[in-house]
């Protein structure tokens, strides 16, 4: 197979799905756990997620669209994000899907459509960032940017819009917060500002939704059992596990150790400083935030070739910053050599985007069969996504 390429390993998907499942039915029964479409939209990925009885966790209309395509139905989708179009807002809000709302355009949309059957909304809640433990989350000075806020009021506002159109409509919770260290404090963290809030305006929510962030597949970190066991037992003294649905949307945790990428030496050089290693992988493959500094790696050459004091590992990106990572006092690197990154299945492979080199083929392992599921993406398709429909015909 011509590198680059991405291997899922699929029996690696299933242990983290078979984990989180497993956990929720130990420690809530009355669950959904529900996949992050935005870490790995793949389609081969939600179609297996929808087949293992997996909920897809979506955040725009476009996502809202593939998941429908890849064979959720509206029922087994969780709608967030602050960027919802009217159309599918609506549609998933009359066709049952879980539904958190996070912005005011989505309470006027609700408002000023009378035709709306508002039996249970979600709203997500921003979450003052002052609960957490000094250092596992950022923006410390400015807060969260996503949902209502209830110590500015926005909460009380929104529960009262909320019942203004319909008193018995169902409340759900939503409280998705991104962590720096995804340590079980965070989660402790949001379940007991999720009972305060329980208690305060006086809910009974028919779901409580805690978001996703967690780890998963990476030895040493905590387990999707202790993530649970935390979140319920925090939960619990407040609701009722029978009454009220817990839902997780894990998207790294599930995918993100099940993923490698293979990639080989290109070029060999020294300048009087380093030597430097080009490869066909770059971090726009398997870093596209740009914020690693090191990685799950393995490479298969010489295993007694000489011991080389630097040696600096650089993308296919003409770009002097694309330096994936620097090698002290290893094996000496040849043309032809390949280096593999594991655990790079989040955020990478429908995220880089096609800068310089398009998008490469992914495989899937299976057993032992091998399968493409993405063909490397060629200029001619580059091309025609840049035409209009007319324009392609001829």
Not at 90 to 112: F, G, P, T
Not at 185 to 208: H, N, Q, W
Not at 249 to 265: F, K, Q, R, T, W
Not at 268 to 287: C, E, F, P, Q, Y
């Amino acid at each position: 197979m011509k590198t680059p390429y991405f291997l899922i390993n699929e029996a690696e998907i299933n242990k983290n799905v078979n984990e989180f499942k497993a956990a929720l039915k130990k420690y809530w029964s009355n669950s959904v756990l529900a996949y992050s479409v935005k870490t790995n939209s793949l389609p081969w990925i939600l179609e297996y997620m929808n087949k293992s009885a997996v909920f897809a966790e979506v955040v725009s209309d476009e996502e809202y669209q593939l998941a429908i395509k890849c064979g959720f139905s509206d029922d087994r989708i969780v709608f967030n994000g602050p960027i919802k179009g009217e159309e599918y807002f609506l549609r998933a809000i009359e066709k049952r899907a879980v539904v958190n709302i996070d912005s005011e355009k989505e309470l006027e949309c609700l408002s000023k459509n009378e035709k709306v059957k508002l039996s249970e909304i979600g709203i997500r809640l921003n979450v003052d960032i002052g609960v957490f433990p000094e250092g596992d989350v950022d923006y410390r000075e400015d807060g969260f940017r996503f949902g209502f806020s209830h110590e500015a009021c926005g909460l009380k506002r929104a529960l009262d819009r909320i019942r203004q159109i319909n008193e018995n409509c169902r409340i759900g919770l939503h409280l998705h917060c991104n962590s720096i260290t995804r340590s079980l404090d965070v989660y402790r963290s949001i379940s007991k500002y999720t009972a305060m809030i329980v208690e305060t305006y006086g809910l009974t929510p028919s779901y409580i939704d805690v978001g996703g962030g967690f780890f998963g597949g990476v030895a040493g970190k905590p387990t999707a059992e202790e993530y649970i066991s935390v979140i319920a037992q925090e939960l619990s003294r407040v609701v009722d596990p029978k009454e009220t649905r817990l839902i997780i949307e894990p998207g790294s945790a599930m995918i993100g150790s099940a993923v490698d990428l293979h990639s080989s030496v290109l070029d060999v050089k020294s300048n009087n400083r380093s030597r430097i290693i080009t490869t066909d992988a770059s971090r726009i493959l398997i870093d596209p935030l740009w914020k690693k500094s090191r990685y799950f790696y393995s490479v298969n050459g010489d295993p007694d070739g000489a011991v080389e004091e630097k040696q600096i590992v650089c993308g296919y990106t003409c770009m002097d910053f694309d330096r994936i990572m620097v090698l002290k006092d290893q094996r000496a690197l040849s043309v032809g050599d390949k280096i593999v990154y594991h655990k790079v299945g989040a955020y990478t492979m429908t995220f880089g985007g096609p800068f310089i080199r398009y998008y490469p083929a992914v495989y899937v392992k299976s057993g032992t069969e091998i399968k493409k599921v993405r063909q490397r993406m060629s200029v001619d398709s580059y091309y025609s996504i840049h035409k209009t429909e007319e324009e392609n015909e001829h």
